[in-house]
Structure formats: structure tokens, C-alpha cells
């Protein structure tokens, strides 16, 4: 017989976190931040975002209105709050942790259609409910003490009613003493009363509370402190205890929200919630790290080539991927964001100048391509340090055949498919392929360095696994002329068959990448690529000040 200390160990326990008042209020932030320091007291965790809408992955969504599509390492195409998740955590997830409405109804309707389901009529409740219970639950496995996940959307909104049906009802299935249900919402600042207001607040866990959930836990945003009267509102309305209402302030930086929320208490009510006995959690290296940032003071200003600039999370683990490098050189990061369709053809040259770096990142279609390759022969030309990930390989490729090997029509037959010099295209076994859905290349691939090249000394490895999400290839037939011209293919397939690196030796930086690194960058452990590029961009800008106050001195100098 087991006792039962022993059977509590073996339990994983259950976070929910949900959200109300509005949208945008950081329940991704939170959720990670909980993962953190969960982390930092010796649990292991994993965390889950359950979306409410109906596409069945964010794969084929608008980065412009629904922000980057995060890739996992099984090659998943999943929400960008998994990208906080990774990047807070030490978690490596899997497309398991992305649920969509969409994608339980196409496992129920196929299930239907199979016949699983013995003739019984199919519906929300139980069928829909029992599908979204078990893609919650295949995440209680035996290596994993707490699943942190996160219902997307806003309560109250019609098509998350399923969801929360689902995740009430794993209070029931798992045990009360096994979940923790924390709601996140906004206390509202009146200039007119001079007050606080929690009524929002109240009337949201009302809601939650009507679907037969009530939440131990209120994380409360708010631009100014809780005042001791709010907090008692919330928790005598609310029914929680006060110090589960938790006062989450706006931070400058997220990587403080972990240390914020701990500060808070956070993970303290919730391991209480959960009866979980830890030590407290050791952040001293985060703390160290976020600290690092704010010291950080070298100016630096990366330019960032994209179409969709506009709304800078669809490039959001880039953006972060810069940070964590920047802040690990102790620099001071202004990304300049260009638009790639005002750069194009006729170059606007002023949105190039000043700039210590380009990076050229990833992207789909045709818009902002010409503008693209523009600012890579800037850069080329200039001794600009580079990055180009994904398109940004592709468009540095297609720059280089056109001015440097003189093929003035070359392009890639994503874009022109009857160019006289395909220098990308698709794979021969790709293109005979109708559905072209089936034939990206997704998830994590490895790839060999080359020795003695900048890259091979920058990952200090000599095979690298990253993640890829793309159809289009560097075309084998123009290899060898591009490599005589001096480009070199610092990484390729283990069979040699795909590029997977492009860097030029005789510049000051410019690699680009077939895949994406912006994946795997974490705040404690800069991408070496991206780390490589600041340091670069760095030594632009501190040589080019040394070579200016040189100037102004032996101007100083000369005699009038
Ligand atoms: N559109 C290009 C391709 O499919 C590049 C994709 C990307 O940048 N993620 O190959």
C-alpha cells in the first residue's frame, strides 16, 4: 500500500488560468512567469494554451492580426504565447500544447465519422467537453508535477463557454485538492473619482463563478498600487483570501514579471492551493539577468526589414531574440522598424542610415521581397552586419546572383515562377505536389557546420538542431557558382542536400539561415547567432564613434 505522501507525489496537479474585464492583459505573461518560479522550487512543469477559435492551428492566420505563428520542435505552428512559455521556462513543448476549437472538432467530427462513437448523437457535452479533457490530460504524465494552462480569449465570450465547461469539470475528474483556478483581470484607474474600481473585476468572477468555476486566485492589473480597500473588496466579492489577490503592476521589462509576481506572492498562494511543499524559489540568476538588462547601456540600433511593422509581435521571438542578446553584450537595443514596401525599388536610403545592423526576418508572398533584397545589398556593400533568417537566406541569395554573379533575373519561383534563374526553389520531390500545405518543411531539422567558419565558432558545436518553417530551398545547380563568387555554405543537411547556413567571410557579419533561431533563444542563453550579430553591430557603431571623435579632434587641431 502506498501512503499517502506517496500518492500526493504522484498526482500532477492542474493550473488553469483564465481571463476577464479584457483581452490583451498578459495571461501568457503570467502563465510563464507561474511556470518560472514553479521551476525555481524544484517542480517540474509544463504549460498549454487552450484558443477558442476555429482555425484548426494559427498556421494559416494573418501574422498582421494575430501575431507570429510560434514553431515547436515536433513542428507545430502554434500560438505566440508558447513562445513566452519556452522562453520563461526551461520547457521544450510540442504541438500537444496548442489546442484550438478547430482542432478538437476535427478530432471529434473524425471520430464521428468512424463510427466511434457507436450511433450516439454528438455534441458540445459531452463530446466536445470529453475531447478537450483529454488534450488537457495527456499532459499529466508521470515526469510532469504541475500543468499551467491558459484558456485563451475573454470570459464571457460565447465560443469559450466549452472550454471552461471542460475545465471545470477536471476539478471533479482530478480531485479539488489537485487544481488551482487563477483569474486575471483589470482594476481600472477613474481620473473622475480619483479611484481605483473593482466592479469590473467583480462582475467577471461572477460570470466565471456562474459556469460552476470559482477561482482561488484574482491577478489583478492595475497602472497604480491596489489600495487595502480594493483588495478587500475583491476578495470579500470574489471570495478568495487577500492574500490571493495578487497585484500585478505594470513592469518595464517582462523578464520582471516573474520577480514581480513572486515579490506578490504568487506562487506561494498557489503551491498553498495545491498543497505543494517547496523550498522558495531560488531566482537569483534570473534576477541577476534582468538586472543585466537595465545596466546595459551601449547604444546600438538594429534595423528590422519587414512587411508587417505595423504590429511588431509578428516578429515577436525576434524582437525577444534581440533583447536577450542585446542585454547579454550590455546593450542598449532601438529596433528601427523599416518598411520593406517603402524600400522597395526605388531604395529610400535615408531608412537605412545610421543603422549598426539589418536583419532581414522571415516571411510569405511577394510584398516588401524587392525592398528586402535592397536593404541586403546595402548591407552587403557596406560592411552593415546581417542576419537573414528564413526569407531573409532566400533574398540574400537571390541579391547576391543578381550583383554579384551578374544573373540580373534571378529570384525565387515562389515569387516568379518563370524566372530565367530559379536560385530558390522548391525541392524536385516537392514540386511535382499539389497541396502545397503538405510539403513545408516544419519542426526541427539538424544540420553540420562547416569547420573554421564564423558560425561553426559562434555555436561552438559541430551539429546544430533549429526549427524551419518553409517550402523554398537554395537551388543545388547555382552551388558551385555561388561558392566560387564567396559565399560560403557554412551549414548544410547531414546529407549535404539542403543550405542551411549562407555567411560571407570577407564581411564584418553576414550570415543568414534557413530556419529559424528566433525559436530558441532564450533570455538566459542568447541564440550564439543573434549574440554574434549585436556584438557586431556593437563594434560598427563604437568604431564608427571612435572614428568621429577622431575627427572632431584633429579638427580641433587645425589651425584656423
Ligand atoms: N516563403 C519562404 C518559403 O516558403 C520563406 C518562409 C519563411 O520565411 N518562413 O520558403
Not at 381 to 392: K, Y
Not at 471 to 476: G, H, I, L, P
Request: contains cysteine; hydrophobic residues 35%; negative net charge.
Amino acid at each position: 500500500m502506498l501512503r499517502p505522501s506517496e500518492v500526493e507525489s504522484n498526482v500532477t496537479k492542474h493550473v488553469f488560468v483564465t481571463g476577464g474585464v479584457t483581452s490583451s492583459l498578459g495571461k501568457g505573461i503570467t502563465a510563464s512567469s507561474l511556470g518560472r518560479l514553479l521551476e525555481a522550487r524544484g517542480l517540474r512543469v509544463t504549460l498549454q494554451k487552450l484558443d477558442p477559435y476555429i482555425n484548426v492551428d494559427p498556421g494559416t492566420m494573418n501574422p498582421f492580426e494575430h501575431g507570429e505563428v510560434f514553431v515547436t520542435d515536433d513542428g507545430g505552428e502554434t500560438d505566440l504565447d508558447l513562445g513566452h512559455y519556452e522562453r520563461f521556462t526551461g520547457v521544450h513543448l510540442s504541438r500537444d500544447s496548442n489546442v484550438t476549437t478547430g482542432s478538437i472538432y476535427q478530432s471529434v467530427i473524425r471520430k464521428e465519422r468512424r463510427g466511434d462513437y457507436l450511433g450516439a448523437t454528438v455534441q458540445v457535452i459531452p463530446h466536445i467537453t470529453n475531447e478537450i479533457k483529454a488534450r488537457v490530460r495527456k499532459l499529466d504524465r508521470d515526469d510532469v508535477d504541475v500543468v499551467i494552462t491558459e484558456v485563451g480569449g475573454t470570459v464571457g465570450d460565447i465560443e469559450g463557454l466549452p472550454f471552461l465547461e471542460a475545465i471545470r469539470q477536471i476539478r471533479k475528474d482530478v480531485g479539488a485538492e489537485n487544481t488551482c483556478y487563477i483569474h486575471v483581470t483589470l482594476v481600472p484607474y477613474l481620473e473622475t473619482s480619483e479611484e481605483l474600481k473593482t466592479k469590473p473585476t467583480q462582475h467577471s468572477v461572477a460570470e466565471l463563478r456562474s459556469r460552476g468555476i470559482l477561482p482561488e486566485v484574482i491577478v489583478v492589473r492595475s497602472d497604480r498600487p491596489l489600495d487595502e480597500s480594493a483588495r478587500r473588496k475583491i476578495s470579500l466579492f470574489c471570495d478568495v483570501e487577500p492574500d490571493a489577490v495578487i497585484n500585478a503592476l505594470n513592469v518595464g521589462d517582462i523578464y520582471e514579471v516573474p520577480l514581480a509576481m513572486e515579490a506578490a506572492g504568487l506562487d506561494a498562494v498557489v503551491c498553498r492551493e495545491l498543497g505543494l511543499e517547496t523550498e522558495p524559489p531560488d531566482m537569483d540568476a534570473w534576477r541577476t539577468m534582468v538586472q543585466r538588462g537595465k545596466d546595459a547601456k551601449r547604444p546600438v540600433t538594429i534595423g528590422l526589414v519587414g512587411k508587417y511593422v505595423d504590429l511588431p509581435d509578428a516578429y515577436l521571438s525576434v524582437v525577444e531574440s534581440l533583447r536577450h542578446s542585446a542585454s547579454a553584450n550590455g546593450a542598449n537595443l532601438e529596433i528601427r522598424w523599416i518598411p520593406a514596401e517603402e524600400v522597395d525599388g526605388l531604395l529610400a536610403p535615408s531608412h537605412l542610415d545610421g543603422l549598426d545592423g539589418i536583419l532581414v526576418p522571415g516571411g510569405f508572398g511577394i510584398r516588401g521581397v524587392e525592398g528586402k533584397i535592397e536593404a541586403i545589398r546595402h548591407a552587403r556593400e557596406n560592411g552593415v552586419p546581417f542576419l537573414g533568417l528564413c526569407l531573409g537566406l532566400q533574398c540574400a541569395v537571390i541579391e547576391f546572383s543578381r550583383n554579384v554573379l551578374g544573373h540580373r533575373g534571378a529570384h525565387s519561383t515562389e515569387f516568379d515562377p518563370t524566372t530565367t534563374d530559379p536560385v530558390i526553389d522548391l525541392m524536385e520531390d516537392q514540386a511535382d505536389v499539389e497541396d502545397l500545405g503538405g510539403t513545408m518543411r516544419l519542426g526541427i531539422y539538424p544540420a553540420k557546420l562547416m569547420p573554421g567558419t564564423r558560425t561553426q565558432r559562434l555555436y561552438g558545436e559541430e551539429v546544430i538542431y533549429e526549427r524551419h518553417r518553409h517550402r523554398w530551398e537554395v537551388n543545388n545547380r547555382y552551388r558551385t557558382e555561388l561558392e566560387a563568387a564567396g559565399l560560403v555554405f557554412a551549414g548544410k543537411s547531414p546529407d549535404d542536400r539542403l543550405v542551411e547556413i549562407i555567411e560571407m567571410p570577407t564581411h564584418p557579419y553576414f550570415i543568414a539561415t534557413q530556419f529559424h533561431p528566433e525559436f530558441k533563444s532564450r533570455p538566459d542563453n542568447p541564440h550564439p547567432l543573434f549574440s554574434g550579430f549585436v556584438a557586431a553591430a556593437l563594434e560598427r557603431r563604437e568604431a564608427s564613434r571612435d572614428t568621429d571623435t577622431a575627427h572632431v579632434e584633429t579638427h580641433a587641431k587645425t589651425p584656423h
